[in-house]
């Protein structure tokens, strides 16, 4: 099961010239890897037993982090909270926000420096995001962007009968990782200095 882990993210690595593959303590290896001289990318994994009377969950965590030297204020949402997510960056964040409307509960705060403007760019772009919910969680903060997906849900036999956190798949789907780095690139673009107006200048 621990040789399993390790090669979870192999058929990814394949997708980028450079990838880096390094192995956690729990076996669970992370990626990481260039998109261009100003975009770094890290891939990792998490196995997340929390939650009681829920099948463990197997997220995949994208951390885009951008040297463009244009300045973000921090936003972010968290789907379905239920206050163990030991992994998430919205619970730390000070200032409570109206989330968007998109039929599930949703948990979205920020570091209180958004503009109006900039506060409606981030909520269309997770009105989109969350439309899909096997997305866990999307931040947005001033060194660039943070997706949370669903990866797998643990074995459910194993899970009731022998406690045992196990996922039954050999590797990420490379599309996966390529869909969630998408994802994480416009989730980043949602707040540039181009998403400025006037008037936010004049309030701020």
Known sequence: MLAQRRGLLDE??????????????DQFPALVTRLDRHQEVKIELIADTMVFRRLPQLWLIVTLSKTDGLQRPVIGALARPTGAEYYSLV??????????????????RGDGQATPSQVENVSAVFTRLFADPTVKEAV????????I????Q?????????????FLLASIPPDLVSRAISEA???????????????????A
Request: proline letters at 7%; hydrophobic letters at 45%.
């Open 12 to 25: 990814a690595a394949k997708l980028f010239s450079d990838a880096r593959v390094v192995v956690a303590p």
């Open 91 to 108: 619970h730390e964040l000070p200032e409570w926000m109206m989330p968007p409307e998109i039929g599930t509960s949703l948990l979205m």
């Open 140 to 147: 947005v903060t001033p060194g660039g962007a943070r997706l």
């Open 149 to 152: 997906r669903q990866a797998a």
């Open 154 to 166: 643990g074995d459910r036999g194993m899970h009731l009968l022998l406690r045992q956190t196990r």
């Open 185 to 203: 690139l416009v989730l980043s673009a949602a707040l540039t200095e181009s998403t400025f107006t006037t008037s936010d200048h004049i309030a």
